[in-house]
């Protein structure tokens, strides 16, 4: 397995090619006491196996590799000698070893890694020394044009009797929301915690088994065993079905289907480009707005239980529009029910109306101008109307109270047996200062009169 502690650049600068260390066995451990290299106790060995990958988009013109393996009895030491180690590289360069250094170099003028490629380098039978304790293992990469890079791995050595082993999950494939569990074996004076989903490391010490509730997406989990100030990370990946996501931007370029609730953060804003169609009920939350071009809703009421305040486009539904605030149109309001239970409504564009306009008592209803379209459709108002401006149009009747009005241009009869006054109105003031002249013809059975002005007086 690699070794996944700490991997980081060296005072060189970082090299061209990428390099990861595996060693056998994993993790290392120390030798015995009283073991030495061709002692009669034979002490532990290691393997340390380097691949190096070209990464990039160029060649590398490489010359020389050399390592690093620290030599002595300290914790921060490794080997006891490098003297019975064996060194190899696939590239078949001539290898040496010299104290703690091991070097690697063609007798060409370079090897060119090419994008892509890649090699390995070998130390085998490293003798291990007797101290836990982590160790500094360096890797510089020379080429052909001089410029040099290196890194340093951080692996360590752990106590002979050391193990962290068997860490699985019952079910490595669970359903969203669902239940993780973890177990794993270890040695005895190991300090272990658990780390996954970006929470704080948890302390499972006394724990070889662990259930994790409520896991909505895809999650590796990492156990951490520590002795000392050398650690050894296990880890297992558990793939949840149907999983939440968290990102930072998302663009969809085809259709985006939402199945339950969507949720715009508090302090936070959804903005629509296009039009937004709501098939069932859309809900604003009192004292917040919302803010869109167009609103249409097909075939469901809108219900706003906040003001409504349209400064642009249209507002249209096929369904009922119930409106608890105020409600202010700037452009057109096309609906099939209009019901303000609360405040007044001002439109300033057209007001279309298939059906009943509803406005409770004591309420307003202000436009420039009330007009049916519908020769059918009769226009009843049962409190009182205030035209400031405009016009009130009506191809049939106008009711007030449950009396008719009558208007500008309308025609009236007063019949006396067969003599009548035929008459069509003009002139109404809204005070009525001129008392409403009308134009009329009297007709006495079987001629008419010429043609008289008559004053029409309210009682």
Do not use: C
């Not at 360590?156 to 794993?184: C, H, M, Q």
């Not at 939402?258 to 939350?285: F, M, Q, R, Y």
């Not at 049962?382 to 007030?400: F, H, M, P």
């Amino acid at each position: 397995m690699p070794i996944i502690n700490t991997v980081r650049p060296s005072s060189e600068g970082e090299p061209e090619l990428d390099y990861t260390l595996y060693t056998t066995p994993h993790p290392i451990r120390v030798s015995p006491e009283g073991a030495e290299e061709g002692g009669a106790v034979d002490p532990e060995r290691a393997q340390l196996v380097f691949v190096a990958a070209n990464n990039t988009n160029k060649g590398v013109r490489l010359k020389k590799i050399s390592l690093r393996i620290p030599v002595g009895e300290l914790a921060a030491q490794l080997a006891l000698t490098l003297d019975r180690a064996e060194a190899s590289i696939t590239l078949g360069w001539p290898s040496k070893v010299d104290g703690e250094w091991v070097e690697f170099e063609t007798d060409q003028p370079h090897e060119e890694i090419a994008p892509g490629g890649g090699f390995s380098f070998t130390v085998a039978g490293v003798p291990v020394n007797h101290e836990v304790g982590a160790v500094e293992i360096d890797v510089e990469e020379s080429q052909a044009t001089g410029a040099h890079g290196a890194v340093t791995f951080l692996t360590g050595k752990f106590p002979r009797d050391f193990y962290l082993d068997r860490f699985a999950a019952e079910s490595y494939e669970i359903d969203n929301g669902g239940t993780v569990v973890l177990t794993w074996k270890r040695s005895e004076g190991v300090t272990t915690r658990l780390l996954h989903g970006g929470n704080p490391p948890e302390d499972v010490t006394r724990l070889e088994r662990k259930e994790v509730k409520n896991v909505t997406t895809t999650t590796t989990f990492y156990l951490i065993g520590q002795v000392g100030d050398v650690e050894l990370m296990r880890s297992v990946l558990v793939t949840v079905l149907n999983p939440d996501m968290v990102v930072n931007k998302l663009t969809v370029n085809g259709p985006l289907e939402a199945k339950d609730n969507v949720t715009v953060a508090a302090g936070k804003s959804l903005t629509l480009n296009g039009p937004l169609e709501a098939k069932d009920h859309v809900t604003v939350a009192a004292g917040k707005n919302l803010a869109v071009e167009n609103i249409s809703g097909l075939d469901k009421g809108i219900t706003l239980t906040s003001h409504l305040s349209q400064t642009s486009g249209s507002f249209s539904t096929q369904g009922a529009i119930t409106a608890k605030e105020s409600v202010y149109m700037h452009g057109d309001l096309i609906t099939a029910f209009f019901e303000a239970t609360e405040n007044g409504v001002v439109v300033h564009g057209k007001a279309e109306f298939n059906e009943d306009v509803t406005i409770d008592r004591q309420k307003k209803l202000t436009v420039g101008r009330i007009g049916t379209e519908n020769p059918e459709a009769d226009m009843r108002l049962e409190s009182s109307l205030y035209q400031e401006n405009g016009g009130i149009a009506a191809r049939t009747y106008l009711t007030v109270s449950g009396q008719h009005v009558l208007r500008n241009g309308d025609t009236v009869r007063i019949k006396n047996g067969d003599n009548h006054l035929n008459g069509t109105t003009k002139g109404f003031d809204n005070d009525w200062s001129n008392k409403g002249a009308m134009n009329a013809h009297w007709r006495q059975n079987p001629h008419y009169d010429s043609a008289s002005d008559h004053r029409l007086e309210r009682q």
